[in-house]
């Protein structure tokens, strides 16, 4: 597909998500009058800080053309091992922090080289890094919860409001601003790097990429890392804004992430997408999710909703690569 044609895509399919988020959030303001409050639209945006930062890492590896089922796993797993690093050896915050992101890179970097080096399709080797994972989450903990109540500073990383401190009355997460940090950082990486049309190359044609005398087994490693490394930011913010460690937590992350990602105009066909519409598309699930908990709707029926959408996100992403290539 032609750059020019790709980002065309994109942008469209980006425009209909943001038109999708603002009748959304009128919808529900008209609804609810406790929809559009100050503190609901907060905790929205709190929400989507996890669940945004993990559809940012597994971008990139849409893009390429793979899919990864192991991050809300490889999350909770990062926080483990956060809580092992600050809660049982009591090492410095900072170590905690680049624990988490080591952690991340470390598996992703495993994973990659499952899809690269072993030709493992992507679905299952990231299946199964996602049982592994898990299972290794309840080994280390001895399926009990790490807390950080000892750990000073913890729960500021994504409960505390630097902005808020700056402008009283605007109480801003942290997370909020650590995932908009994130996706700048990711979104810059795609569109002035070498990584970056890299991502885009191997999701476009791979093989061409290949023949053209690139490593491109390095590459697609180099990404899985890169994204296991923004998971690991995932699971510190979870951890922090639970103030623990939960060994059992995480299942089911990866499904809103995707939805997130694909809603956003990523196709799952790769080789197109942006961080600034799996963003729209990861508020969208957090609009979605907390307008329908404050209509009092069912948590079984919000589940149906919420896999309704990823059924509704596939198929249209399905007839816009059918339109294109007929086009």
């Known amino acids: 597909m032609p750059a020019q044609q790709r980002r065309s895509g994109a942008a469209r399919q980006m425009l209909l998500a943001f038109a999708s988020l603002i009748a959304l959030v009128i919808g529900f303001s008209l609804a609810s009058p406790n929809f559009f409050q100050v503190s609901n639209i907060m905790a929205i945006l709190q ?3 996890v669940n945004g930062v993990l559809a940012v890492g597994v971008t990139l590896i849409i893009i390429t053309g793979g899919i990864d089922l192991s991050i809300g796993t490889l999350m909770t797993f990062c926080a483990v091992m956060t809580g092992v690093v600050l809660t049982w050896a009591g090492m410095p915050l900072i170590l905690g922090v680049l624990t988490a992101i080591g952690t991340g890179a470390a598996c992703g970097l495993v994973s990659g ?24 989450s309840l080994i280390v903990t001895g399926t009990k919860p790490i807390y950080f109540n000892d750990t000073p500073g913890f729960t500021q990383i994504a409960q505390g409001s630097v902005v808020g401190a ?23 990486i795609l569109g002035r790097t070498v990584l970056g049309r890299y991502t885009f190359a191997l999701g476009s044609n791979e093989e061409a990429v ?39 937590l995480g299942l089911g992350y990866e499904l809103e992430a995707i939805a997130a990602v694909v809603i956003g105009g990523t196709s ?9 519409g799996t963003l729209i598309g990861a508020l969208i699930m957090s ?15 919000q589940t149906v909703v919420t896999g309704a959408i990823i059924i509704v996100a596939v198929y ?6 059918r339109k294109a290539s007929q086009g």
Not at 287 to 301: D, F, H, I
Request: glycine share 12%; hydrophobic share 55%.
């Open 287 to 301: 609009v979605l999710t907390n307008g329908l908990r404050v209509l009092s709707v069912a948590p079984e029926w």
């Open 316 to 321: 249209a992403d399905q007839l816009r690569r």
């Open 113 to 136: 080289m499952f899809v690269a080096r072993m030709k493992i399709p992507p679905f299952i080797a990231t299946l199964g890094m996602m049982l592994m994972l898990k299972g290794l």
């Open 47 to 49: 929400a989507t800080s």
């Open 210 to 248: 290949r023949l053209s005398g690139v490593n491109t087994d390095a590459w697609k490693m180099a990404i899985y890392a890169l994204a296991g490394g923004i998971v690991g930011i995932g699971g510190l913010l979870i951890s922090s804004r639970l103030n623990s460690a939960q060994p059992a």
């Open 268 to 276: 799952l066909a790769g080789g197109r997408g942006t961080i600034l």
């Open 166 to 188: 700056l402008i009283p009355g605007l109480p801003l997460p942290n997370g909020v601003l650590i995932l908009f940090l994130v996706a700048a950082v990711t979104a810059w």
